[in-house]
């Protein structure tokens, strides 16, 4: 062997035992192996960690991870960041839930609910349209799970049996000298060699149960009492009990050591149990394929068991298997329950009810949080059944609806689609993907059913896309005059309240992020392609809905409503509007706030000329009149065709109306006046529009490497696109087709010469 290879042999030998020595330490500092007394001094520590059932281990999860308050324009929710999955890494973390904020809070308090109940007493049905995220919600919950397990606050224990190989003797025998002499030393720690056999149970039992049930009860309210602990005991902590196979060998045990605990302890080994989705300990998902969830075998007669002492070995040993088993401790989740015969699943709700299921030779506990899911269509089926009122008390309803923020739901395929795609993936592409889905999502508002008649009017004007705007934004229609965006802006939550009810409520239907991530997929297959444009997004929709094989494609236009084909050419349209923004702002010829300060400045001027008074000019350091061109100007992008003061009062009175309802915040223009802010916005730019229809020409002109412009024109043209590409994320090529689009579609009427494909 070389020196070289030597020398690489030499640094894998070093690099294996730096290894074994890590996981050593980590096996030593995570006190994976506990004699039953070293487990009652860690239970002091923290004992209302070490007693909770699956509900409280549950909740505790949520709380770990922590949660943040989000700001909508709904009102302020509660997102837990267990969703967010921060213990994953790469395309793991990617399938995180984006949103259900209502759904995570409603889960929550069921959890608080179960703790001060108990024990889990009620099944948590998920119910909404198909591809709603319903399997999400609950595999983030397994995957945290999966994590709290591994870390300090999460230690989860259970127990074995350990039988030690007698000296001299073939096994130990319940009158052999070590076993009779051993008073209460434990043999948890024995080396593998001195073992002859261990047992372990496979509902992964939790060590105090092998107490007595009035015993266990005080010790446990003791460490309470101890360590500041002012919480009810759990519900297992009183009345559990071992399952068939412990007890028998709890019994055989006690008998043969003639009463005396500390020698049965002894043989008593707690370990450290993980959560596992991949090996189903803590977390199993049932599907609606199985049937059979529980039941018992016969430990065979194996060599283990074969050198167990006599007195256990006449024993005929039971323990209960299957996904219900599997799930102690932790979740189960039955996928599509309601696809299930009701004879195969309605004994589960009375063994909620019970906290036990009837084996064939024994009770099973119940310690798991059950969460279902089921479609709309097959839970209203069931709720037409005669036994569904007999079970309604057992379940808990959890809607599970498709997003109708578009910002929201556009996160969820930058998180799941974007990072799968090897090329450029241009600004906006995902965008009018969501935008699109969460209008097919909508319905129009029914104005009768609303208590305030004037509301309901509002609610029931609103279009499809301006709805899509209040639930992502908070945006007011600029249409609205100040009473009614009053109105509109204290009344979202009911309008979003009365969208989420109903037989056809929103985000019950519509096109599914399931369907939207094939549309994405199907726009960037062309093997051609260098990018994902919004014109490819937009191209592939259309050919989605000449399928016409989905009910929403089918469903009769309401309004404006259920229209997913003229959707396209709205979102194409949105589309433009934001890369007219961006050109405006890229390009320094068109300040944003510029109009904003007009309308200040007319508001400030019609409130000096109502009092008759003269206005601080800072420039001059003067006093002057009120600038009547400016009135006059601002006047005529409002259309003003009425009384010229008569209109001005009524202005000043909303401003006045304003500060009386808000005293302490400074006058937000935007709430007060949305529609005449926009008119002047529209007019404020239509004025610059030939501008930047030449700007955008030559930006164009300024791709193509024999361009010839002149050298002002080409600075600017260049400035514009480096700022377009630095802060708005474009390339040569979708920077081509945003401002080739926009040419040809905006400003094709100022006669400009420009090229670019879309």
């Not at 569904?388 to 998180?415: C, K, M, N, Q, W």
Request: hydrophobic share 40%; proline share 4%.
């Amino acid at each position: 062997m070389s020196e070289v290879d030597e020398s690489d042999a030499s640094g894998l030998g070093d690099l294996f035992k730096a290894i074994g020595t890590e996981v050593s330490e980590r096996f030593t500092r995570e006190r994976r192996v506990l004699s039953f007394d070293e487990y009652l001094e860690l239970l002091a520590g923290k004992p209302e960690a070490h007693t909770r059932d699956a509900a409280c281990y549950l909740r505790d999860c949520f709380d770990h991870y922590g949660s943040d308050e989000v700001a909508t324009p709904l009102g302020k929710q509660r997102h837990f960041r267990l969703f967010d999955l921060p213990f994953e890494q790469g395309t793991e973390a990617s399938e995180r839930l984006v949103g259900q904020e209502a759904l995570q809070e409603a889960t929550y308090r069921v959890l608080n609910g179960f703790a001060r109940e108990g024990r889990p007493t009620r099944l948590l049905l998920l119910h909404g349209p198909n591809g709603s995220a319903k399997s999400t919600f609950v595999r983030c919950i397994s995957r945290a799970l999966e994590a709290y397990s591994a870390e300090p606050d999460g230690a989860l224990y259970r127990f074995s049996w350990i039988f030690p190989r007698g000296e001299g003797e073939r096994g130990i025998g319940f009158g052999s000298t070590q076993s009779s002499s051993s008073g209460s030393r434990s043999y948890a720690h024995l080396p593998e060699e001195r073992v002859e056999a261990k047992l372990a149970g496979s509902l992964r039992e939790h060590p105090l149960l092998l107490l007595p049930r009035a015993a266990r009860a005080r010790l446990v309210r003791r460490a309470y009492d101890a360590a500041g602990v002012d919480a009810p005991l759990p519900d297992w902590v009183a009345r559990g009990e071992l399952g068939r196979m412990n007890r028998e060998i709890f019994d055989a045990l006690l008998t043969a050591y003639r009463g005396d605990l500390t020698r049965v302890l002894a043989h008593v080994l707690v370990e450290r149990w993980y959560v596992s989705r991949r090996y189903r300990r803590g977390s199993v998902t049932l599907g609606p394929e199985m049937a059979v969830d529980a039941k018992e075998r016969q430990i065979t007669a194996d060599r283990t068991l074969s050198q167990l002492p006599a007195s256990l070995s006449a024993l005929t040993l039971f323990e209960p298997y299957g996904e219900l088993v599997d799930a102690h401790g932790g979740v189960l989740e039955y996928s599509d329950l309601l696809k299930r015969p009701l004879d195969a699943w309605k004994y589960l709700l009375l063994a909620i009810e019970n906290g036990e299921v009837a084996l064939s030779v024994s009770n099973l506990p119940l310690n798991s949080v059950l969460f279902a899911s089921s479609n709309d269509l097959h839970l209203h089926a069931f709720k037409e059944h005669p036994e569904y009122h007999s079970f309604r008390g057992r379940l808990v309803l959890l809607s599970v609806p498709y997003l109708r923020d578009h910002r929201a739901e556009a996160e969820i395929y930058r998180a799941q689609v974007v990072p799968r795609m090897l090329d450029h993936v241009a600004p906006h592409s995902v965008f009018v993907a969501a935008l699109w889905a969460t209008l097919t999502r909508l319905r129009r508002a029914d104005g009768e059913s609303y208590q305030d008649p004037q509301l309901g009017k509002v609610a029931e004007g609103l279009s499809p896309m301006e709805k899509a705007d209040l639930y992502a934004d908070g945006l007011l229609p600029g249409r609205l005059d100040a009473d009614e965006a009053k109105i509109l802006r204290q009344g979202m939550a009911t309008i979003a309240g009365e969208g989420s009810t109903g037989p056809l409520y929103e985000g019950g239907f519509g096109a599914s992020p399931r369907e939207v991530r094939a549309i994405l997929l199907a726009a960037a297959s062309d093997p051609s392609a260098t990018m994902l444009s919004p014109v490819d997004v937009l191209s592939a929709i259309d050919e989605f809905c000449d399928r016409d094989d989905f009910d929403f494609l089918k469903v009769e236009s309401d309004h404006g409503y259920h229209d997913a084909r003229g959707f396209v050419a709205q979102v194409r349209e949105r589309w433009l509007d934001a890369v007219e923004d961006e050109l405006r702002s890229a390009s320094g010829l068109v300040s944003e706030g510029r109009y904003e300060e007009l309308w200040a400045r007319y508001v400030t001027d019609v409130s000096f000329w109502i009092k008759k008074e003269r206005v601080y000019n800072p420039v001059t350091g003067a006093h002057e009149e009120p600038d009547r061109d400016l009135m006059a100007s601002i006047e005529r992008m409002l259309g003003v065709t009425s009384s010229a003061e008569s209109f001005r009062r009524d202005l000043m009175g909303n401003v006045a109306a304003h500060a009386i309802d808000h005293p302490d915040s400074n006058v937000d223009y935007h709430s007060i006046f949305p529609r005449y802010l926009a008119q002047v916005r529209d007019a404020y730019f239509a004025e610059r529009r030939g501008a930047l229809a030449e700007l955008a020409n030559d930006v164009l002109r300024s791709l193509t490497p024999d361009a010839k412009l002149e050298a002002g024109a080409l600075a600017r043209a260049q400035a514009t696109r480096a700022a377009l590409e630095k802060d708005r994320g474009y390339v040569e090529d979708s920077l081509r087709v945003a401002l080739g689009s926009l040419m040809r579609e905006r400003y094709d009427d100022l006669g400009s010469s420009h090229g670019g494909d879309s």
